[in-house]
């Protein structure tokens, strides 16, 4: 008999209840129009230990867009909102909305 591990081709992550607590977080996106009629995409609402200056670089790099982390939440430039709530929900997060 083998000592292989069966479950070594699985994709599964280091710690698991990181997805959990990701989808149990409700994440709120809203826009506002800043100086000069620039939009910008506000996400808010993270509750856990999330890498938010991760996260805003993968979804500025997915929009080809600017953007910053500031306190508790993500801002990025731009009129975006719909195509951010579809990022975040690919990633796994709970979107209100």
Do not use: C, N, W
């Amino acid at each position: 008999m083998s000592e292989d591990d069966p479950f070594e081709d699985l994709d599964i992550p280091d710690d698991p209840m990181t997805d959990l607590d990701r989808a149990t977080e409700e994440l709120t996106t809203r826009t506002e129009q800043r100086r000069y009629g620039k939009h910008v995409v506000i996400i808010e609402g993270f509750q856990t230990d999330t890498d938010l200056d991760d996260l805003g670089s993968d979804l500025k790099s997915a929009l080809g867009t600017g953007g910053t982390v500031k306190d508790d939440h993500i801002e990025i430039q731009g009129d975006h909102e719909s195509r951010v709530r579809e990022l975040l929900r690919e990633r796994g997060y709970t979107v209100e909305g």
